[in-house]
């Protein structure tokens, strides 16, 4: 780097303060009151007991489908095949069911087949060098593609109310189970962002790879755990989806492309890396569930819907940057 | 040489340049004029403020004060292609060519809207004859419709010459075109210099050239006048019949030394015992050859060179960054290894790279984080991979009294600090470890006068402790006042590794003379007059 392009550097990180990085929590939870609020004047049957349970179901499968792409965007990549491998592993766990008149044990075959996944983004990216962005756009394709030769283009239904309970059941009145398994890997995921070695050179990765390779940090096994993790919980939330709908269809995890990125840029973790934290998803999901579910009930059209959806995500990113102008460091 | 007519104004006419980057004055009050059917030589060391002059010239940066005329009208350049159009040509220290395009439109580069019609639609046929008549006037046998990157790296060069010399005149129709040439030899073959040398005493009929080179025979024996620059000041204009290489280099360097500064009194010369760090046969393709050398617990091993000499390269090398693809070291256990930084840092190796904003540390993050990241793996985790926050705090907390870093607290980012508290996390970080060799590139690079002493403190205190040092350095004082022996890098090799006792230290002069390889015989043709 030239002499200039040190103190340009330097006055731009001058700009992106820490302290609004990790404490710049305060905006998007200011966002998720405003819009209960917002709906609940808006709509009678949003703050009702029931509406909240469906909240919670659908923002369970969100929030653990992003929670393990959340460390890949920390470390400054992208998972855009997460919605892919939600599909590819649902469609895979109830063939299983089927084929094997498995239960409960069906889960751990879709763990394995999550986590496998994701072994083969990380490997490609990390051994192969090729950037995380075109990994995971080929690998959605070929995840998909992967997923409707095996469902035939049509939902396959399962019978196992054992394996429906894992997510339908209430073990808790009025929380579905599924919730309690997204929070509890939430906190999980929040607890190994903050306070394990894993995390921190999550940060130090995103924040600066060659910071990192110079201090000796085994880049390419800490990259390809990211991206594990990011397939193993893709599909946790594959199987639970499944268990949900009692069906995988071929538009399970459709949607997740989009809000999954949303949901976690929303929540503060920059796509540069660095900066953010796994644990500030949690919030970006309330925003993108919440928004989806109260302009359901307001009446708004599917078309307008995605209109203000996307709005949302380049607005959360305008605000964002100009807070903190966090890109200047990479 | 007649000299232009008294009301002729100047080709270009710099007044009282000056430019600062953030705590470093780059260049103080410069003035250079150049007229046409001149060469001027510009020397200086590494940092002097050659390539802000250069800059300042050609539009790439602009001075914070001074004034600059081009042909007696008064110009804020507000780019490099402003400077073209008014007839500045330039050849860049690192080749500025595109590689997949073919060599006419290299040499036409922002020429292109001459040569279209329909706005669009480019005049293939008459780019190509343009640009091979610029060649052929040159002198050099370059089929221009060949691809850029099929090209040597000497013949490329070429190219880059023939577009900053002939290029202002052919395409842009300057008169008196500048011509500003920022090393242009330095990687040229015997062959391709005859050439450059011919090409030079052709455009010096119209031209105004300033000529940037290390090698001073070239310069003597081209150059109509040369300026001297030093610190960022013009100390010098010599006329070339007036002066041999020794009263450059003279010039060039010379200032006082403390001795205290540098704590030489702590130097150990004597009682150095085992093996500290070693390095065999170390080899890159193109970078460095061969590089052998041993040094003793408690020694400062120095390294200089110039900016090509691939001394940079070299510590990224010892250290197992970039891996070379041959040779080992040893940390002073004996035991050979290829180097590799994930595998060293745990046997007692550390590494300061010189870029400190993009390699050094994380800007956004706290110091805390900068100083315990080449410790997660030991220091600052339990063997359950749990963070230790609390001893990071206190570890780090423990350095900011230790080392007066001037932070408001371990959580503070980094970015808030000033350069030389940043570059004291850094030092901070392999501090904390127990280190035994450590590899430092440029440490005090932008960094003031009080932490740069505090620095040097704190490696003669890690020299005490039996820690074993490679300095490498780009500060002639430093790297005289710190090494006990002081290697020089010469084109990819440890050219030779001479003694600097405390008692016994060398001058500026001798270690710039060997840096330029005075006496191994620089071939260079005397200007025919």
């Known amino acids: ?330 | 040489m007649s000299a232009p007519p008294a009301e002729h104004p100047a080709a270009l006419s710099a007044r009282s340049l000056s430019k600062r980057y953030g705590e470093t004055l780059a260049l103080s009050h410069v003035d250079l004029t150049l007229e046409a059917r001149k060469v001027v030589g510009l020397v200086g060391e590494n940092g002097a403020g050659k390539s802000t002059l250069l800059n300042i010239l050609s539009g790439i940066t602009s001075p914070d004060s001074g004034t600059l005329e081009i042909q007696g009208a008064r110009q804020s350049l507000a780019g490099y292609g402003a400077a073209q159009r008014l007839g500045v040509g330039r050849v860049f220290q690192e080749q500025a060519l595109i590689g997949t395009i073919p060599v006419f439109e290299n040499l036409l580069l922002g020429a292109e809207a001459r040569f279209t019609r329909l706005g669009q639609f480019m005049r293939r046929r008459d780019m190509i004859r343009l640009a091979q008549e610029m060649v052929d006037e040159a002198g050099a046998k370059i089929d221009v419709r060949r691809m850029t990157q099929s090209l040597s790296f000497s013949e490329r060069q070429v190219v880059e010459i023939i577009r900053a010399c002939i290029g202002p005149k052919s395409l842009h129709g300057v008169e008196t075109p500048i011509i500003v040439l920022d090393e242009p030899t330095a990687s040229l073959e015997k062959g391709d210099e005859r050439l450059f040398f011919d090409l030079i005493d052709k455009v010096r009929q119209s031209s105004a050239v300033l000529f940037v080179s290390h090698r001073l025979t070239e310069i003597l024996g081209i150059c109509d006048e040369i300026v001297v620059l030093k610190d960022g000041r013009r100390v010098a204009s010599v006329m070339p019949a007036e002066a041999d290489e020794r009263d450059l280099h003279r010039l060039m360097v010379g200032r006082e030394r403390d001795a205290d500064y540098y704590h030489e009194e702590e130097q150990r010369d004597g009682d150095l015992g085992r093996p500290g760090f070693a390095a065999r046969g170390l080899t890159r393709a193109d970078v460095y050859d061969d590089v052998s050398f041993e040094l003793r617990a408690g020694e400062i091993l120095g390294i200089g060179g110039l900016l090509d000499s691939g001394k940079s390269e070299l510590g990224k090398g010892l250290a197992g960054i970039e891996r070379p693809e041959r040779g080992e070291i040893h940390l002073g256990d004996g035991r050979w290894t290829a180097p590799e930084i994930s595998k060293a840092i745990p046997e007692g190796l550390g590494y300061v790279p010189a870029e400190r904003l993009a390699e050094g540390m994380i800007a956004g993050q706290p110091v805390a984080w900068n100083i315990s990241s080449a410790s997660g793996a030991d220091l600052f985790s339990t063997r359950w991979g749990l963070w230790r926050h609390r001893h990071e705090a206190t570890v780090s907390a423990q350095f900011i009294d230790r080392l007066k870093i001037k932070a408001r607290s371990s959580q503070t980012p980094a970015a808030r600090l000033s350069g030389g508290n940043q570059q004291k996390v850094v030092l901070a970080r392999w501090l904390a470890r127990d280190l035994r060799v450590l590899v430092l590139d440029n440490p005090t690079r932008g960094v003031d006068a009080g932490a740069k002493e505090e620095i040097y403190a704190l490696l003669r205190a890690l020299t005490a402790k039996d820690v074993a040092i490679v300095l490498i350095t780009d500060d002639l004082l430093e790297l005289i006042g710190l090494a006990n022996r002081i290697a020089i890098m010469r084109q990819g090799k440890l050219s030779r590794i001479i003694d600097a006792r405390a008692d016994a230290k060398p001058t500026e002069q001798e270690l710039v003379a060997m840096m330029l390889g005075a006496g191994e015989g620089d071939q260079t043709p005397k200007r025919a007059a």
């Not at chain 1, 200039?4 to 303060?17: F, I, K, P, W």
Request: with cysteine; aromatic share 8%.
């Open chain 1, 1 to 330: 780097m030239t002499d200039e392009g040190v103190h340009m550097a330097l006055s731009g990180a001058d700009r992106s303060t820490g302290k609004a990085a990790f404490n710049g929590i305060w905006l998007p939870i200011a966002v998720v009151i405003a819009l209960i609020v917002f709906f609940s004047i808006a709509s009678d049957a949003f703050f009702s007991l029931r509406n909240m349970t469906g909240i919670l179901g659908q923002a369970s499968t969100l929030l653990l489908a992003c929670l393990g792409a959340s460390f890949v965007v920390l470390m400054g990549s992208i998972d855009l095949s997460v919605g892919a491998i939600v599909l590819l592993v649902g469609a895979v766990t109830v063939t299983a069911l089927n084929a094997f008149g498995m239960g409960v044990d069906a889960l751990a075959v879709s763990l394995v087949a999550g986590a496998l996944l994701g072994l083969v983004n990380g490997a490609l990216y990390a051994w192969g060098r090729i950037p995380s962005f075109v990994v995971t756009l080929g690998t959605l394709s070929v995840f998909t593609g992967a997923a409707w030769e095996l469902l035939q283009g049509r939902a396959l239904r399962f019978s196992s109310p054992a394996f429906e309970e894992l997510a339908i059941g209430q073990l808790l009145p009025h929380v579905p189970n599924i919730a309690l398994f997204a929070i509890g890997v939430w906190v999980l995921a929040s607890l190994a962002g903050q306070m394990t070695r894993f995390g921190r050179y999550m940060y130090i990765i995103g924040g600066g790879e060659a910071v990192a390779r110079n201090v000796g940090i085994p880049l390419t096994r800490y990259k390809i755990y990211a991206f594990v993790i990011s397939g193993l919980l893709a599909g946790l939330a594959g199987a639970l989806a499944v268990a949900r709908l009692g069906a995988a269809g071929p538009t399970l995890g459709q949607e997740l492309l989009l809000n999954s990125l949303a949901a976690i840029v929303v929540g503060g973790t920059s796509l540069s890396g660095g900066i953010g934290g796994v644990h500030r998803t949690l919030i970006g999901v309330a925003i993108i569930a919440l928004l989806d579910n109260g302009l359901n009930l307001m009446g708004v059209n599917q078309y307008t819907q995605m209109v203000i959806k996307g709005a949302v995500v380049v607005a959360a990113v305008l605000i964002s940057q100009d807070r903190r102008g966090s890109i200047v460091i990479k």
